[in-house]
DNA sequence: AATTTTTTGAGGTACGCACCTCATTTTTTG
DNA sequence: CAAAAAATGAGGTGCGTACCTCAAAAAATT
């Protein structure tokens, strides 16, 4: 049986009362006691009943999602996982809610998070790129007791608890990897297409698809990136560009969102060159391409487990207990058609 | 806030006794007052806070874990991973226990079966080849109400309720199309090692490998599989003899357990030949392996995530409540040099 | 030493639920 | 219709913890 409060009174040789105010850091108890009281904590192995501490506290765990109101699958997606974890959460007495953010707008977002505080909101779950806007608003939520997790995007500069996501860098050196083995000899030009290079993930997942092909230059050679910054004639004409400058693309990697789009500008070319595509973020889409043929590998990162993760992380912050570092660690995962279930 | 069991007694007009007496199903309740809880707790939305009722009943899962005391690195990670989530469980009312039984006597683990009966076991996750006599004991247990769970190794034909693991079918194939797209154009012979073909596992990996190399054959010819049945001389003899008879000997695809052994075999070869190296299970040496470069591609299962998830299962069904899918599948890990973390 | 201040103890109530007893009401049966 | 049987209600106790109050004891101050 595990010790209660009372095996500690009992050992310690104090009242409940006084075991009471050590655990919940009361004042009004003696240096000496209170270490009387840790020493027998320690001694019995006790550890409190979390759940019957939380019974006892009528708590609810109050966590927002701050999310982006954009409409890539991949945005769309991690907003329903979002809520359908949440319906779970409730039953571990958790509220999370979502806010939904413009994305390119720091101003509001800062906002917002500033709005967040002095509610009675306990953890804060942002997806946003870093900018001093959000430093900011992070620091002051910190500083009023919030918790503060990023996910996907990390914000390694910001005084957040924790990040949620995967290492984008070697995420990229993955994909470069894969494209050169599944290039097996050949030669020729890999056209690199993202929505825009402002977000660090496509940046730090550009620069590891680089350094995977460096030594395999001149063979392969990556060009330059292609942006469209949300506007596809742009991205048709540089891809036509592309495709008319070079008659030797053999290769496409995308390192953001659009696939959806890139499919379809890319398709007339696709009768003609033979490409291998890998792309980021397993979607509706990017699951359909991969049966269909037209991607053949993405790299991605488990959503489901993303969020659960960080609500699990917030949870931890809150309590102040340990996080299990293997169970949050989110791994770079690699689809094929072949390991899709 | 939620509903609590008052708030149906009231809503349905009868006394907390009754409420109780419907939602743990003890007797003396009329049809239709079963019937008019029922539908007050469908109408406010009732959950029974599981935390609450835990701690009320002084409830403690008993869990056994039945696992092969084989020395293979894969069955000590696991064995460890065990003890390690044990460890964590305590706090979430579990107590976990570990039997180890001799690999390859389905008897003696027949007999470890029988006897979890009769205690207070509550559930039981099993890792073991499927035999009628381990048919036998999982119905004798189910019998009984203890819910059975198979992981890693499933068991079909059985009234477990519940397996924990990948589709070894579809990891083999993923095997299969990763070793043809690093091959590149290469043609030669492909080397396939097991320890035994006698475990589902490797026999389910084989034919999806196979399957996914089939459309190359005759540039790619998969030999049929060396096995060496804990016997290094006789797996020497034999992988000498396969390169003695194929000079064109370019990949490798190991199966199961055995990668220590495996590798220390191959070295003598692989100075001379250029070869793929694809093998399962992320351990501390194919780890170590995929780093030095020996090992191309491990295609493995998280096995924290399946000893976790393995937990949550078996306690979902003694609470018969639902299971999370989601979180319950248990991906195909494909892991390179570059997406080990 | 007397007084003030701080520390400690004793005890209660509540959280949401399980499980128990006994009295009372309702239904069924002869 | 009475007696037996079944169903229901009222109420209590406990799980491990939080949080509150008030009195008593101990320590610090004058």
Redesign the interface.
Same mark, same amino acid.
């Given at each position: 049986m #595990?010790p209660t409060v009372n095996d500690i009174a009992r050992a310690a040789g104090v009242s409940l009362a006084t075991v009471d105010r050590v655990l919940n850091a009361r004042p009004g108890v003696r240096k000496v006691t209170i270490e009387r009281v840790n020493r027998a904590i320690e001694e019995l192995g006790y550890?409190r @009943?979390?759940? +019957?501490a939380?019974?006892a506290r009528r708590r609810t765990y109050r966590f927002v999602f701050v999310l982006p109101e954009g409409d890539s699958q991949f945005q769309r997606a991690l907003r329903e996982t979002v809520e359908e974890v949440a319906r779970?959460a409730?039953?571990e007495r958790m509220a999370v809610n979502t806010v939904l953010v413009p994305p390119g707008d720091p101003h509001h977002l800062a906002r917002v998070l500033h709005g967040l505080e002095g509610g009675d909101v306990e953890g804060v779950a942002i997806m946003a790129p870093e900018t001093p806007h959000v430093r900011d608003a992070i620091r002051h939520l910190k500083e009023h007791g919030v918790a503060v997790v990023s996910l996907v995007s990390d914000l390694p500069n910001t005084e957040q608890d924790h990040f949620v996501g995967i290492?984008n860098i070697? +995420?990229g %050196? *993955?994909a470069?990897?894969?494209m050169r %083995?599944?290039l097996?000899?050949s030669s020729g030009k890999i056209l690199v297409l993202g929505n825009t290079m402002i977000l660090r993930e496509s940046v730090e997942r550009r620069l590891g698809f680089d350094a +995977?092909l460096i030594e395999c230059y001149p063979r392969i050679e990556v060009l330059p990136s292609i942006e469209w910054r949300d506007d596809p004639e742009l991205l048709e004409r540089n891809v036509r560009a592309a495709f008319a400058s070079y008659d030797n693309i053999i290769g496409v990697y995308v390192t953001g969102s659009g696939n959806r789009l890139f499919s379809r500008v890319l398709a007339p070319y696709r009768e003609e060159h033979e490409l291998v595509y890998i792309a980021h973020e397993l979607t509706e889409h990017t699951r359909a391409a991969l049966i269909g043929g037209s991607i053949d590998v993405v790299?991605t990162q488990?959503i489901?487990?993303v969020v %659960?993760s960080t609500l699990r992380v917030l949870r931890a912050k809150v309590d102040r207990t340990e996080i299990?570092a293997?169970?949050e %660690?989110i #791994?770079? @995962?690699?689809i094929?058609?072949?390991?899709l *279930?």
């Open positions: #595990r550890v @009943d979390l759940s +019957a939380n019974l779970h409730v039953r290492d070697a +995420a %050196r *993955t470069g990897v894969l %083995r599944f097996g000899g +995977a790299i488990d489901g487990h %659960r299990d293997a169970q %660690r #791994r770079i @995962d690699i094929l058609k072949e390991n *279930t």
